[in-house]
């Protein structure tokens, strides 16, 4: 076996036992090669070789620094139940990894960072995220692929920017996104809901409002809906699609969770759009995290040239840190290696949430598919705002969906649960204590 294989396996059973812990700095490469009385070179080699590996990461005039890589961390336990919080676990994210990625990033474009970046984004990010996006049948030309800052900030352009088809109202599912209705109506600007449940759409009430003529484009969630956590089957994604095409209707997907999809053939909106009526937005903040504030934006063709103008007057160009740290983290293959790990927990935190809901709700109206967060509708003789009280007096937090849907709609009386940031030993319990209260005669009405 050649010396450097010797160093390699060394210093990674090191690693792996945490004889080195995580963010502690190796000992320097003249250090150990007057130890192991081997040349400089085979020390190298072996680190360089362990960096690949992802188990150490080099930072400049300093040395090597052990990676945080072994496994995520359970959140501790905050002796609370909730199920309000939608925002990621952070403990489950490799820290050490990203940091590795921001370093390097300042090292390698240094010249980049002084400049406002180009229009569409840094290219290193712009290729890399169209080769992240192929995996999800998202194929496009470069020319459409913008980085924006969030998909909050692709949300605002598109609305804010006229379209082709000279449509000024804009078309949501009630319910969904509430920050987005929050935007619409901070800028007052013209909107319409249409009903959406667990069973979908009524197609026959979206036709009747697209021949109305004066819809912009109608935004949707086709996968793992905000917050009723439902998809649309593929002949529904089509019969949208077709109806855009007919009645010359743009269609805004938002599909912020692609990365936890777990079943083969479940193509995007995207995917069926044969004339350009599709715009694609793709998140990374619930599999990496909010602060990033980067998003990905594919444009059909005729409306490139507008949203630049308007993205150009915003911000000039995203963080160019954030772009470069983003870019390196796609291509060395560490977003892929931590997509698969959280992927898996988080579905299997979905798995627990179903059972829970299947064994102490059987009788719940609920949406069905293994997502983090999914919607309970509550019977009508239940009083909802006493229901969330008690659990809250009981530790458990629940809320309700009201701010989902626009100002003087109908709402449903639905109860949203999200285990985003729940410990996986406690979502069984937790729903038990809802189930409990549900059942209360405290909460009937008289």
Known sequence: MRKYMLVYQMLKEQIETEQLQAGQKISSIRSLSERLGVNKTTIIAALQMLEQQHLVYAVPKSGYYVMDHLKMVEPKMNYAYDFATATPTWHAFPFQDFQHCINKAIDTYQEELFNYGTPQGMPALLNEGRKLLEDYQVFSKPSQLFITSGIQQALFILSMMPFPNGGSTILVEEPTYHLYLQQLQTYNLSVKGIKRNTEGIDLEELERIFQQGDIKFFYTMPRFHNPLGCSYDTATIKAIVKLAKTYNVYLVEDDYLADFEYRQRRDPLYAFDAEEMVIYLKSFSKIMFPGLRLGLVVLPSQLVPVFQK??????????????????????????????????????????????????????????????????????????LGSLIEDCRKNNVFIEAVNGNYLEGSYVDRILKLNVSNLHVDWIDGGIQLIAEQLRSSNHYFQ
């Open 310 to 383: 308007f993205k150009n007057t915003t911000d000039i160009d995203s963080s160019m840190v954030s772009q470069a740290a983003l870019a390196l983290y796609l291509k060395s293959g560490m977003f892929a290696h931590y997509q698969e790990k959280v992927s898996k927990a988080y579905i299997g935190r979905a798995k627990v949430l179903q059972e829970a809901l299947e064994n102490h709700l059987p009788e719940i109206e609920k949406a069905a598919e293994l997502v983090m967060h999914t919607s309970l509708k509550v019977p009508p003789n239940i009083n």
